[in-house]
């Protein structure tokens, strides 16, 4: 039987709105032992039962996985999988027919109705990232699930130590949950061929967010020069050639991220593609480098995580994309510039580029407004998940 939790008078109306976070200044008092990861059933002040999730011992308090009185067991997650399924089958899966793609996001936390849980498709391997410790606790329930639903899924892998509090994970516990497999993988994403490494480097191995964002940069390459900041694994290069580009040169402070930018450039062109790749501060290379380009990806980790980091981190998209738009074609270029960062609104970002063009002295027209795909569904009650921000700016 669930332990129970128990919330001030009048704290109630945003989980009866359906937000999926209960926060620790709503909590009045709970039965004793409940543990960080526990499943709690919540009531209001008056005895009422509200919702079930797990709990744990910050700011968040309860991450809310149902609103009606239901087990959280295996069937609990193999429906809410089901559903996530039914929707990609919709969404992003038909148009990665004939090899055309066969990655994407799978769960999307509280997009999906399973806030604390990320799952990536990568070929037929899932990568799992819990942020919670109750959805650390459950891998082993959820990949049983997951491999129930998805039939082409049999391989799958947890990546929890970069997300879970330090003490309640490692990285010594990643590793395979079902049958294990060779690494890395090499997948498709619209014809194009990428390595993918879940023990290595960031996410899940890769940004699957910048999906669309990444083809639509590919109808713009044609006969450009184009410069990619904060490379990573060189997926915006690899569409920037695949568009025609005439040259790119990718720039990342990590020497493993630049070696996987130049492993992804070969595997799509081969050793003759006009690619550099350069391990750098971005900063630095700004100022260092005389080269301009007809086109600069700007697509940085984020600057603010949480609402005391915004004032620095819009500081540094101003200096950032300042930079940038001085490195663009005096004859006229265009900036692909984006902030992962949650905490930074849409209107706070694109205030941050109006000074950035003011500082840079150039002129500057919007073409387009770009987000996370439709893969990453943000919750209507959680507009906290709305956090990819990206825009294309054609600079004079």
């Known amino acids: 039987m669930n332990k129970k939790l128990f919330l001030r008078r009048g704290r109630e109306d945003s989980i009866k709105r359906f937000h999926p976070w209960i926060f620790s200044g709503a909590v009045k008092s709970m039965d004793a032992g ?13 005895n009422e039962f509200l919702c079930r999730g797990h709990y744990e011992p910050g700011s968040i308090a309860v991450r809310i996985l149902t609103f009606v009185d239901e087990e959280i067991n295996e069937q609990f997650f ?31 936390g509280e997009g999906d109705l399973l806030s604390g849980l990320v799952i990536d498709i990568y070929g037929d391997m899932a990568v799992m990232q819990a942020h ?14 997951l491999t129930g639903v998805c039939d082409e899924v049999k391989y799958v892998y947890n990546k929890s130590s970069s997300t879970l509090p330090k003490g309640k994970y490692t990285a010594g516990d990643d590793g395979w949950l079902s049958l ?3 690494l890395p993988v090499t997948v498709y994403e619209y014809g194009n061929r990428f390595e993918i490494n ?20 590919q109808k713009y390459s044609r006969g450009a020069s184009a410069l990619n900041l904060f490379a990573y694994t060189g997926a915006f290069s690899v569409y920037a050639l695949r568009g025609g580009a005439a040259k790119v040169d990718s720039v990342d402070s990590s020497a493993r991220a630049i070696a996987m930018a130049n492993r992804n450039v070969e595997l ?22 005389e080269d301009v380009y007809d086109m600069i990806i700007s697509d940085p980790p984020a600057f603010a995580k949480h609402q005391s980091a915004v004032k620095n981190a819009l500081r540094a998209y101003i200096r950032l994309n300042a ?10 270029g265009i900036l692909f510039t984006f902030s992962c960062s949650q905490a930074v609104n849409k209107q706070q ?11 840079a002295g150039r002129q500057a027209s919007i073409l387009h407004c770009l987000n996370q795909p439709a893969d990453h569904p943000v919750n209507i009650y959680h507009p906290e998940g709305d956090y990819l921000k990206g825009l294309v700016v054609y600079v004079k």
Do not use: W
């Open 132 to 145: 919670s410790v109750g959805m650390g606790r459950s891998c082993e329930l959820i990949a049983k699930a």
């Open 268 to 289: 799509n062109f081969g050793s003759a593609a006009n690619h550099r790749g350069t391990v750098s501060d971005v900063s630095d290379y700004l100022r260092k480098t």
């Open 180 to 182: 294990e497999r060779e």
């Open 323 to 332: 930079k940038a738009m001085e490195k663009l074609a005096p004859s006229g």
């Open 78 to 108: 193999k429906d809410r999988i089901s559903g996530a399924y039914r929707l990609r089958k919709r969404c992003v899966i038909p148009a990665f027919e004939d090899k055309a793609g066969d990655m994407y996001r799978l769960v999307h």
């Open 349 to 359: 970002f694109l205030q941050a580029l109006f000074s950035a063009a003011a500082i």
């Open 34 to 46: 409940v543990n960080d990861g526990d499943v709690v059933d919540v009531y209001s002040s008056e």
């Open 198 to 217: 879940p023990g290595e480097g960031q996410k899940t191995g890769f940004f699957i967010d910048q999906r669309e964002n990444r083809l639509l940069l």
